[in-house]
């Protein structure tokens, strides 16, 4: 026993560093569990507090792009109004009153901690449960989709956005409307891969490529990018597409929060039909 | 050894902040990303016991961990520095020992001693950071470049740091 303790003391340097090693190195590989306790992350409110005020200050130095971003969706917005129509007499129209059945509810939040150059890059938004945000909701900017709500706590929520390589995305093809899974490899922020398109489908550069809807974390038709390269290995039945991103994850401050409302009954359907 | 405390305090938050609000925002092509915060733990008094070496490297690179979203790995590899510094201070101990009172800095031992003694230990620092963050040998090239041009870097940073504050010990 005594010479344990001696021997324990002796070697207490090593045994101490092997200890917390194996410690941080559990943290490392039990990521996800500890991802879910938002007290590790940055939607702690504490490092949240910080980043929020930071990010206050760089923002003001983007200003004017902000400024234009907002200023061309004005103009968008308007262009979509019932006045900028010509009403023709000669037809009329049976609208379909989306707001008598609204699925989709959008939320205004702001970007203020953002990585590109990991290969697990994370948002951090100023809006959390309190305002109505979940876990699972997309997340949107004017010029794409961004990525998807991760954890929330009362006031802040971490997205994963699609530069991670952790995360896939149901995608589409816009003009053909063959689906794929849309993933990051870790190397560029402006470039993503379409996987899973069959090799008799028409692809060219070019095309746009947006999201199926067929996950319901984004509704159908939002952009993701447009197809920059094809490659087709030799023998290969799916064709490796290159997709040059709409949104620039360098320079993101503002974006909308996606929540489905019929989300939970499209999914209890969907697990009834698996369970048969 | 509580004289030390109140600079050393000054240096964590100082570097956390620094890496935080500004390094963990630099990215050089894609490959390079400075990690200056080690130099905390790089110039912590050659005094410090073994146990409290390995819990302030620790916590150093848990707190970088936290604001970056990546639980357990800079602690990790902070760990792992803290582990190599006593061994690497041992080989290249001058003649006559260290002297007491005095800290491992430039402005104490010099630029060639400093620099070798950094160069391995940000280097070992930067390759376990980011196997583990690659969490595998595939991209065995990539990474590697990764790890030379980032720990360039970060010595240039840290060398620049260190002049910055024997510029302030001569003002003396």
């Avoid at chain 1, 697990?120 to 909701?137: D, Q, S, V």
Wanted: charged share 15%.
């Amino acid at each position: 026993m005594r010479n344990f303790i001696r021997f324990i003391i002796k070697y207490h340097f090593t045994i101490l560093f092997f200890i917390i090693e194996a410690v941080s190195l559990l943290l490392v590989i039990n990521y996800n569990a500890y991802q879910r306790s938002s007290f590790l992350s940055s939607s702690s409110s504490v490092s949240g507090g910080i980043l929020k005020r930071y990010s206050a200050g760089s923002e003001y130095l983007m200003l004017r792009d902000i400024n234009e971003d907002l200023a061309r969706e004005n103009a968008y917005l308007r262009s979509r109004l019932p006045e900028s129509f010509r009403a023709s007499r000669d037809y009329f129209n049976l609208v379909n009153d989306s707001t008598s059945m609204q699925e989709y509810i959008y939320r205004s939040a702001r970007v203020i901690n953002n990585s590109t150059h990991r290969r697990f890059n994370y948002l951090t938004l100023n809006k959390g449960r309190l305002n109505g945000i979940e876990p699972e909701m997309g997340v949107i900017s004017n010029k794409g989709a961004v990525g998807i709500v991760k954890n929330v706590s009362d006031n802040y929520s971490t997205v994963i956005s699609i530069i991670n390589t952790r995360l896939k995305i149901s995608a589409k093809l816009k003009e053909s409307g063959f689906f794929g899974s849309l993933e990051w490899d870790g190397t560029s922020y402006q470039h993503v891969y379409l996987l899973d398109i069959p090799r008799h489908a028409n692809v060219s550069v070019g095309d746009l490529v947006v999201t199926s809807g067929y996950s319901s974390i984004f509704p159908e038709g939002i952009l993701l990018g447009n197809v920059e390269d094809v490659e087709l290995d030799k023998g290969a039945s799916f064709y490796r597409i290159r997709v040059k991103l709409s949104v620039d994850f360098k320079n993101l401050s503002f974006v909308e929060v996606i929540g489905h409302n019929s989300i939970a009954e499209q999914i209890n359907l969907e697990k009834i039909s698996e369970d048969d | 050894m509580i004289s030390y405390a109140p600079r050393y305090i000054f240096n964590f938050v100082f570097f956390t902040l620094i890496q935080v609000l500004v390094l963990n925002n630099i990215q050089l092509s894609g490959f390079v990303n400075p990690y200056l915060y080690i130099l905390f733990v790089l110039t912590l008094p050659f005094e410090t016991p073994g146990w409290l070496l390995l819990l302030l490297g620790f916590s150093s690179g848990m707190v970088i961990d936290i604001f970056s979203n990546t639980p357990g790995m800079h602690a990790s590899a902070t760990v792992f520095m803290c582990f190599l510094r006593p061994y690497v201070l041992r080989l290249f101990a001058p003649r006559d020992e260290y002297q007491p009172g005095t800290i491992p800095t430039m402005g104490y031992y010099g630029f060639a001693w400093f620099l070798r003694y950094a160069v391995i230990l940000v280097v070992a620092h930067h390759l376990f950071l980011f196997f583990i963050e690659v969490f595998s040998l595939t991209h065995f090239f990539s990474t590697f470049v990764r790890v030379l041009s980032s720990s360039a870097l970060t010595l240039i940073l840290i060398l620049i740091a260190q002049l910055f504050s024997q510029g302030k010990k001569q003002g003396r």
